[in-house]
């Protein structure tokens, strides 16, 4: 396990990568809106997150740095959560409450083709800033609070891949 700063000391010494950024994940969390509710997948992570995993907007917008910077309680909706939480309804805008905490919808998600997933298909996610969820939702015992699931990395070219691999390992050694 990581510490959520960690990623931090992770980019600055791997000058090859492009993104080094934190990821946390919570399955089965209860949500509600007030059309319908849900157990779903919340994600937190940093504003580059949409475009690394290609999350394109249908409505309003992704999270931004700013977002993240204040721990705002705001939300990014896949497609399929918008059908499951709003059923037709206008979704950006209206409360959503994750496991009781408000948070505001700022975007949804376009229907997306994947073939493949770690956790989970992307439109069946929601998606609020590290900061908040790092708050919100932190690790319950025994893990600690402050630990983060995986690390999203991207070389700054097809060239670098390897020597970003290799800066990456050298530094989780490290840590």
Request: no cysteine; glycine share 10%; hydrophobic share 35%.
């Given at each position: 396990r990581w510490r959520d700063t960690d990623y931090l000391s992770i980019r600055q010494e791997a000058s090859a990568c492009r993104e080094v950024i934190p990821e946390f994940g919570r399955g089965g969390m209860p949500v509600r809106s007030r059309y319908n509710n849900g157990s779903l997948m919340v994600t937190g992570s940093l504003p580059p997150f949409a475009s690394i995993r290609s999350?394109?907007?249908a409505e309003g917008r992704f999270?931004?740095?700013e977002d993240d910077a204040a721990a705002r309680r705001v939300a990014f909706i896949g497609s399929d959560v918008r059908r499951q939480l709003f059923s037709g309804q206008p979704a950006v805008g209206e409360t959503l409450h994750i496991?009781?905490?408000?948070?505001?919808?700022?975007?949804?998600?376009?229907e997306k083709g994947q073939n493949s997933s770690y956790d989970g298909k992307d439109v069946s996610k929601i998606f609020i800033p590290f900061?908040?969820?790092m708050r919100d939702f932190?690790?319950?015992?025994?893990?600690?609070p402050r630990d983060i699931d995986r690390l999203l990395v991207t070389p700054v070219s097809w060239e670098e891949h390897e020597r970003c691999k290799f800066q990456v390992r050298r530094a989780l050694g490290r840590l």
């Open positions: 999350l394109s907007i999270y931004n740095d496991a009781g905490v408000p948070y505001t919808v700022v975007g949804v998600m376009r900061h908040a969820v932190p690790q319950k015992p025994p893990g600690n």
